[in-house]
């Protein structure tokens, strides 16, 4: 059993405890094979979420309150090839990987996660699928939401592109980056018309 699945096994019901989530377009998430996932960052707990409330275990390697979870942990800050590389062998090993592409643009060592999505993306082909979770905070975007508040997850349909000639290459990078952004813009966009939310 890999990691992320005890994750999801040991936490994902203190979550349904604690949390009424709701997923919609949960069919679109594979059951099997490499899977990329990206979000905005909409609350505390949006990697929480991920973790627990998807029909497969997920690695979320992103930094929570200012701590790497232990996918990230010891990898982040000491080699960023290895943390890249070693994502790059999770998903092609069929395993399902989430990110937050956003946190590329924030000025903090946040920015090395940011990137990580456009390079497996760049690097294995894998097919992304965006997500946007509502009602993942409080009042305030670094309070946790009120115990049994409801949170909806809307998934949205995967989007493929080819390899990248050369992965190394920081403009080919950032050019996926930009696709990734692109395609979660648009799906934020989607979902919260879905939830009849104006998008300011």
Do not use: K
């Not at 999505?117 to 009120?146: Q, W």
């Not at 050019?175 to 919260?192: I, M």
Request: charged share 20%; net charge positive.
């Amino acid at each position: 059993m890999t990691r992320a699945a005890q994750v999801r096994n040991l936490f994902g019901p203190l979550l349904r405890l604690a949390l009424r989530v709701r997923v919609v377009g949960a069919h679109r998430v594979p059951t099997q094979g490499g899977l990329i996932l990206i979000s905005s960052r909409t609350g505390l707990v949006d990697a929480s979420i991920i973790r627990t409330s998807l029909i497969r275990p997920v690695t979320v390697l992103a930094r929570v309150d200012g701590q790497s979870n232990d996918a990230v942990s010891g990898r982040a800050h000491d080699d960023r090839l290895a943390l890249f590389r070693w994502a790059c062998v999770q998903v092609n090993r069929g395993e399902a990987i989430a990110g937050f592409p956003a946190d590329e643009l924030r000025p903090s060592q946040q920015h090395v996660l940011g990137l990580l999505p456009a390079y497996v993306s760049a690097c294995t082909g894998m097919p992304v699928i965006p997500l946007y979770i509502h009602g993942a905070r409080g009042r305030r975007a670094t309070d946790p939401p009120r115990p049994r508040s409801e949170v909806t997850v809307l998934v949205g349909n995967p989007v493929t592109w080819d390899v990248v000639e050369d992965p190394g290459s920081r403009l080919q990078i950032l050019g996926r980056v930009e696709q990734l952004r692109q395609v979660q813009a648009d799906h934020d966009r989607e979902a919260l018309a879905r939830l009849g939310i104006a998008h300011s």
